[in-house]
Structure formats: structure tokens, C-alpha cells
């Protein structure tokens, strides 16, 4: 079993950044393509942005320009950068796990919450 920590949520104003990390112990984490979710209230969870295990990156067209998504493999964490934040950013954001050859994400995390507000 593989457990996903996430950490770096908060509450900040519009225009802030924050940073998320989301690491585990699995020294196979470098095998896994890597993802962030997120889920408004009353919205389905929708994909922010995710990583390959050969770091070929993808993003919402919601956020593209504002996040970056990132991985270090000697520290098992993935991370997700968010700058210009928006108030409709606003969300629990969860980090996943797709191990090698499975065809949809395998673990995730217990989810952060990012409050953007003023």
C-alpha cells in the first residue's frame, strides 16, 4: 500500500501563490505518473495537472500559465506551484498515483484545502 501526505494548503489572497507537496515513502515513486486533482464544493473533481514518471507534463486549461507541476524523485514528493491565485481556485486538492502499467490512478491522498480569498 502505497500512503500519499499532502501539505501546503492554506488560506491566501487573490494574486498570492502557494505550494503544495505531496510525498511518500515508496522508493518506487519514481515508476508512478503523478497527479493533482481537486474538488470544489457542489463540483466534480476535476485533473489540475499531471506528471509522467519521464516528466511529460499536462495541465488544465484552467490553470496553464499560473501552476507548475514538478517532481523530485530523490525526495519521492511531486509538487504543484500555484501562482496568481483565483478565488474559484478555491478547492480540496488531492495528489495521486499511477503505478506502472495500471490505467487509472491507484492512490491518492486525503486532500488539502486552498482557500483563496480577501
Known amino acids: 500500500q502505497v500512503q500519499l501526505v499532502e501539505s501546503g494548503g492554506g488560506l491566501v489572497q487573490p494574486g498570492g501563490s502557494l505550494r503544495l507537496s505531496c510525498g511518500t515513502s515508496r522508493s518506487v515513486f519514481r515508476t508512478y505518473d503523478m497527479a493533482w486533482y481537486r474538488q470544489a464544493p457542489g463540483k466534480q473533481r476535476e485533473l489540475v495537472a499531471d506528471?509522467?514518471?519521464?516528466?511529460?507534463?499536462n495541465y488544465a486549461d484552467s490553470v496553464k500559465g499560473r501552476f507548475t507541476i514538478s517532481r523530485d524523485n530523490a525526495k519521492n514528493t511531486v509538487y504543484l506551484q500555484m501562482n496568481s491565485l483565483k478565488p474559484e481556485d478555491t478547492a480540496v486538492y488531492y495528489c495521486a498515483a499511477q503505478r506502472l502499467g495500471s490505467h487509472a490512478y491507484d492512490y491518492w491522498g486525503q486532500g488539502t484545502q486552498v482557500t483563496v480569498s480577501s
Open positions: 506528471i509522467s514518471s519521464s516528466e511529460t507534463t
